[in-house]
């Protein structure tokens, strides 16, 4: 921060130091297609996606895959007290070092893959604030990769549900970008032809908001889909007060035939010689009418079918541990002649 001639207070800005366009050509960097790097240069887009973050003035942030540093700059401009970025190609480091000399000191660079990082030990004490409490002053921001958007945001949904990772300083607030149709998939309400298994895990655990949408164009390269912007609170009381693992279960099983009738996702749930017998059981204590379509779930349907399935595992501890995958599997491999079954083992 810094006194203009009014003597107003005003945001801090960067120090000239070379454009996007020009780190781009001075390292000769270009975007990695089997990274699915897609860079954002309008500085316009990239302030409005951290202004979707709220004030963070004086907040710590990490960036997730800063690459040339776009939306990093933005995010400095913003006043933050410290930015962490983590970024798993070396290709970019160069460029962030001089970000961080310009912004004194202001940039913690991590060469490192964010899917494996350890956020809970990357921000100081003082930041913790109990879950109950008002979001800590901690922010995740980042321009997704689309190849590693959604197994990362399952991965902050069960550390949200365990209050591990980031989130393990109380409800830090996520501001990310993804396909347009993973973002509206995320939002979808029941009913909604994207409304799937990503509506469910992100809605039962987060307030979530589809901010805005960037054209494919706005990127170099120019991907073949349009970009969403997202933001994520997580809640205070989830919508489904059952362990991760199980709520994943059961509406992994749901949806997994989408355009059939619930019950037939649902008993996948349980072994073949069992299946029907339970599947109705399960359907009965949860209230929920076995030919609605998994799109036309509610969250309250999803809570009733996550409560039911508990009981019958607390009732049968063996059954959580079933896998109609692997029963398939084994199956399979005993229609096959003894020399076909090991060549499919040992190509697992």
């Not at 454009?19 to 990274?35: D, G, P, S, V």
């Not at 970019?92 to 940039?107: D, I, R, T």
């Not at 490192?112 to 879950?131: C, E, N, V």
């Not at 084994?330 to 003894?338: A, E, H, M, V, Y």
Request: with cysteine; hydrophobic share 35%; glycine share 6%.
């Amino acid at each position: 921060m810094f006194l203009n001639v009014s003597g107003k207070m005003s945001l801090f800005r960067l120090p000239p130091v070379p454009t996007i366009r020009e780190i781009i050509q001075l390292y000769n960097l270009r975007a990695e297609k089997q990274l699915s790097q897609n860079f954002l240069l309008d500085l316009r887009l990239t302030d409005k996606i951290v202004r979707k973050a709220g004030n963070i003035k004086n907040h710590y942030v990490c960036e997730v895959g800063p690459g040339p540093g776009g939306l990093t700059r933005a995010i400095l401009n913003s006043g933050v007290e410290e930015l962490l970025v983590v970024e798993k190609d070396t290709r970019f480091m160069p460029g962030l070092k001089l970000l961080n000399e310009a912004s004194k000191g202001k940039v913690r660079i991590v060469h490192g893959d964010i899917l494996t990082y350890r956020m809970d030990r990357s921000f100081p004490k003082h930041l913790r604030k109990a879950w109950k409490d008002d979001p800590p002053n901690l922010n995740i921001i980042g321009n997704l990769p689309f190849n590693v958007s959604t197994p990362l945001i399952i991965k902050w949904f069960e550390e949200i549900a365990n209050r591990t990772g980031p989130f393990s300083y109380g409800r830090t607030q996520m501001t990310l970008t993804f396909q347009h149709e993973v973002a509206e998939r995320m939002t979808a309400p029941p009913g909604n032809k994207q409304r799937s298994r990503l509506s469910i895990m992100t809605q039962y655990l987060c307030n979530v908001k589809h901010c805005f949408s960037i054209p494919g164009r706005a990127f170099v390269p120019k991907p073949k889909v349009d970009v969403g912007v997202v933001h994520l609170t997580p809640l205070i009381q989830p919508r489904i007060e059952q362990p991760f693992k199980l709520v994943e279960k059961v509406v992994q099983s749901a949806f997994h035939l989408r355009r059939k009738n619930c019950y037939r996702g649902i008993s996948l749930l349980f072994p073949e010689d069992q299946r029907t017998k339970l599947t109705e059981q399960m359907l009965t204590l949860a209230n929920v009418e076995p030919t609605l379509r998994p799109p036309d779930l509610s969250m309250q349907h999803f809570q009733g079918l996550c409560n039911a399935y508990s009981e019958l595992c607390n009732q049968d501890p063996n059954l959580f541990a079933y896998n109609f995958r692997e029963e398939l599997r084994q199956k399979r491999l005993s229609d096959k002649s003894p020399q076909e079954s090991e060549e499919a083992d040992s190509e697992r």
